[in-house]
């Protein structure tokens, strides 16, 4: 059994123009010491889905239906109780904009040590020298001593590094990284993946990374899922991901992507722009945008939605083109044929 | 040779960082710019890079007079304009534009996209034949938006969307040169490229320079011809595009270049990262000497001591370094989606640059 299970989650937000499904029928599995990427577009559903495996959305404003299952227990039905013993706990998370997660006026090491106090029955002192070493184990110099400062003395990349450390510092088995590193410059990014991937290591945590840069997921992640309009259009390893996409979508993602390591005439976009999630196409939601559609005899691609298929062990993939046909699509779009 | 559309000599902006009291007084400087020499020439893509707080956007602009350089000095189409007053540089304001990093905040959210648009036809008092909703929907037209949109509001286009307002309206009176301030950051990749197509096929059809400030190296290196890397304030190395991806010699360029991850799972596993010590220092004391040397494992003793000054290692390859080091290649194979075979080894640096001590070229031997 996977150290988490997610199995068909669905949340929606009512609000004034309608329902909104920000997340539909998401489900995967993931063991303790593996990293799971999750890309796509802005808005296609991959904080809200992090948002509710940790029962950080508000029930009143979000109508949650699903399991999430952590070592047979699922939160989604579970009692607040439970919830909140597993939240810092048994999982941690840590999201894009430090600053909104630490408060202003508590000395950063306060924080992480009122953090370590949450599931500790220790004195305050001893919570703070723990604080001390946790903000030494994620490489902030001089710990001891910029233990005492406020938040907003410390650079963006030290207010990450301490972020980890509050999330770190229960010794939790999921630690969910919401676009870890999206604020950061490249050398501070550098800096924090390493981080993020030696900590695992040595929790042997499950880890799960969100984010909308390919070259992030490729450094980090083991397996991959790739969400679309609040659905997952396809999942799978790493290298079937980078190497084997069959999903328009991905191979869209793929081939408009600028190289650092290539030069190209000309980048190749994917026309259009995301649905909206109050008018979602009947079809397949990449319908309206999608290069391989004209390959689909009939009409199914605008009015039934493909289901989320295996095409080979461990990589599934959305899609009404036959696994072939995606393939050699996908070999023309990324020699820029088509 | 091509003469330069833009020059720019020592260029330097200083902010004064102010402490409020009794009396507000000044207590230092935030070296924003600090003493930066370029040119862009006629029809070229200059890209600038260099991390946050590095002043990029402050160098673009300065560079069109929309800040009062401190120092310094500034030749637009052979026109000194550094002390150009308001009224001297209205004129030029067709000439040269800026489009802004962030699509949300840099349109007026009570006014239609029309009017938007229309903007610069108004301030120039400029006529356009056929009428200025004419012009403004064949603009609109030519970035990609449905004219028929021209009376909407910015918050009813995507961010893409609004970033190709920002683009017709930049180019409504056909200026020469643009500052393009992150213009495509904010934007998700799919989207990205379609912005980035743009830009290309409107600098070919109305010959436009570019002054590219981002600090996404790949899409740099896509767009430009000549690239300046930038670090707190100073230019620490420029030259064409190929070699600098491919040849850098400064070290923090080095850095740069590797800590960026490639989309390529296999490659980025074998790759060796520089990974950079400690933070950004500030830009209100920076360091004594060469401004990267708290954090370059080069440095010696004569890097706290004197400004390394940006001198020519090569034709057209300028570098600010006592130590340029000469990168050796390590050869990756580059993994395609798809292709049967890895692709031929890949022209990025991917290794430690070599270590054993200064390279050639250095300029103090044994004092
Ligand atoms: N509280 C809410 N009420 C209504 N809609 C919401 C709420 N929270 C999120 N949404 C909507 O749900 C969708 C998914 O949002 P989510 O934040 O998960 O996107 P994302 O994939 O994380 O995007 P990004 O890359 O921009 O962070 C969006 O369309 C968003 O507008
Ligand atoms: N108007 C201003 N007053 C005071 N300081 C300023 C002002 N504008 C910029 N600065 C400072 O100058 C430095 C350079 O800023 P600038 O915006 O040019 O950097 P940048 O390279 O464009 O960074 P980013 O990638 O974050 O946009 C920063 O330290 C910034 O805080
Ligand atoms: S189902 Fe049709 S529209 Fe959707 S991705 Fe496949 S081919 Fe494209
Ligand atoms: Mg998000
Ligand atoms: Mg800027």
Known sequence: MSYLEVKDLRVAFPTDDGLVQAVDGVSFNIERGKTLGIVGESGSGKSVTSLAIMSLLNRKHAIISGEVIIEGKNLITADEETVRSYRGHEMAMIFQDPMSSLHPFFSVGDQVAEAYKVHNDVSDEKAFDHAIQMLDRVGIPEPAKRASDFPHQFSGGMRQRAMIAMALCNDPSLLIADEPTTALDVTVQAQILSLIKDVQKEFNSAVIVITHDLGVVAEVADDVMVMYAGRVVERGTVNDIFYRPEMPYTVGLLSSAPRLDQVSDRLIPIEGQPPSLLRLPAGCSFAPRCFAKSHVNGDACDTTMPELLQTRPGHDVRCHLESSARISVAKQRLAGEN | ?367
């Open chain 2, 1 to 367: 040779m091509t003469e330069p559309i833009l020059s720019i000599t020592d260029l330097q902006m200083y902010f004064p960082v102010m402490k409020t009291g009794l009396r507000t007084v000044k207590t230092g400087d935030v070296k924003a710019v600090d003493g930066i020499s370029l040119d862009v020439m006629q029809g070229e893509t200059l890209g600038l890079v260099g991390e946050s707080g590095c002043g990029k956007s402050t160098a673009g602009r300065a560079a069109i007079r929309l800040l009062n350089p401190t120092g310094g000095k500034i030749v637009f189409e052979g026109q000194d304009i550094t002390n150009a007053s308001r009224r001297e540089l209205r004129p030029l304001r067709t000439r040269m534009q800026m489009v802004f990093q962030d699509p949300y905040s840099s349109l007026n959210p009570r006014h239609t996209v029309g009017r938007i648009i229309a903007a610069p036809f108004e301030i120039q008092g400029v006529k356009p034949e056929g009428g200025i909703k004419k012009a403004v929907q064949e603009l609109m037209e030519r970035v990609g938006l449905n004219p028929e949109h021209y009376n909407r509001y910015p918050n009813e286009f995507s961010g893409g969307q609004r970033q190709r307002i920002g683009v017709a309206r930049s180019i409504a009176l056909r200026p020469s040169f643009i500052v393009l301030d992150e213009p495509v950051s904010a934007l998700d990749v799919s989207i990205q490229a379609q912005v980035v197509n743009l830009l290309d096929d409107i600098q070919k059809e109305f010959k436009l320079s570019y002054l590219f400030v981002a600090h996404d190296l790949s899409v740099v290196r896509h767009i430009s011809d000549r690239v300046a890397v930038m670090y707190l304030g100073h230019i620490m190395e420029i030259t064409d595009r190929d070699t600098l991806y491919a040849a850098p010699q400064h070290p923090y360029t080095q850095a740069l270049l590797s800590a960026v991850p490639l989309p390529d799972p296999i490659a980025e596993s074998q790759r060796e990262r520089i990974l950079l010590q400690g933070d950004l220092p500030s830009p209100i004391n920076p360091p004594s000497g060469c401004v990267f040397r708290t954090r370059c494992v080069f440095a010696q003793d004569l890097c706290a001591v004197d400004m390394p000054e940006l001198r020519e290692v090569a034709p057209g390859h300028k570098i600010a370094c006592h130590f340029p080091q000469i990168s050796l290649q390590k050869q990756i194979e580059i993994r395609r989606p798809h292709s049967d075979q890895p692709m031929p080894p890949s022209s990025i640096q991917v290794d430690r640059p070599q270590t054993s001590g200064p390279a050639s070229g250095r300029d103090f031997v044994g004092e």
